[in-house]
């Protein structure tokens, strides 16, 4: 695709709940990131994948919080049991190389209740 | 931690006057993006200044980078009511970008 589509734009779901988030990114990129976004935040750094390496959880807040990208396109940010502190908006974005820019999709707004 | 720090925090301005932030960062890097958000959703990409380079323009935006201070600015010259947005810096020196809280832009008519 042109640019980077995420899906659901919303999602509203009950505590407990287990939710998936989608993303694909441009086509052909080889980096694929997830970040989230609070209220009036800055960016969270979740999870970083590149190519066929392994992929940096490092930014992933608990266990609740898993990620796959499938045959290195897309991806589904996967969050187990939510709680309402993981309302947020879940940015994807992806990259063709270092060198290159990093371009974002225009995110799901997850609310929880 | 290597993070983007942008200043000021907030930056209301009338239209047509020029807008000026700052963007510090405490790592090497090999290159930095500024983005624009409106409404809290997707980011747009401005414009990626690389390590060796230390001026790029595009239309109405000038960015700076100066690597012996580990800073960056982005000037929006002639600022226009659509240019009211939250501006970030991301830094890109290991392998994912960091962002820093970004400056909220107010353009009033």
């Known amino acids: 695709g042109a640019g980077v589509s995420q899906s659901p734009s919303n999602k509203v779901t009950e505590k407990g709940k287990d939710v998936e988030l989608r993303c694909d990114p441009i086509?052909?990129?080889?980096?694929l990131y997830w970040y989230r976004q609070s209220l009036g935040q800055g960016l969270e750094f979740l999870i970083y994948?590149?190519?066929?390496?392994?992929?940096?959880k490092s930014g992933l807040p608990s266990d609740r919080f898993s990620a796959e990208r499938t045959g290195g396109s897309v991806s589904t940010l996967t969050i187990q049991r939510t709680q309402q502190e993981d309302s947020a908006v879940y940015l994807c974005?992806?990259?063709?190389?270092?060198?290159?820019?990093?371009?974002f999709g225009q995110g799901t707004r997850l609310t929880v209740v | 931690s290597q993070q983007g720090e942008e200043d000021p925090q907030a930056l209301s301005i009338q239209e047509g006057e020029n807008a000026t932030m700052n963007c510090s960062y405490k790592?090497?890097?090999?290159?930095l993006q500024w983005y624009r958000q409106n409404s809290g959703r997707g980011l747009v990409h401005l414009i990626l200044?690389?390590?060796?380079?230390r001026e790029k323009h595009s239309g109405r935006l000038r960015v700076t980078l100066d690597t012996s201070k580990k800073s960056s600015s982005l000037l929006i010259t002639a600022s226009r009511a659509a240019d009211t947005a939250s501006y970030f810096c991301?830094?890109?020196?290991?392998?994912?970008?960091?962002f820093g809280q970004g400056t909220r832009l107010t353009i009033n008519p």
């Open positions: 086509s052909g990129h080889t980096a």
């Open positions: 200044i690389r390590s060796n380079e």
């Open positions: 790592t090497s890097i090999n290159n």
């Open positions: 994948f590149q190519g066929n390496s392994a992929p940096d």
């Open positions: 991301a830094t890109d020196g290991a392998q994912k970008l960091v």
């Open positions: 974005a992806s990259s063709l190389d270092r060198q290159g820019g990093t371009f």
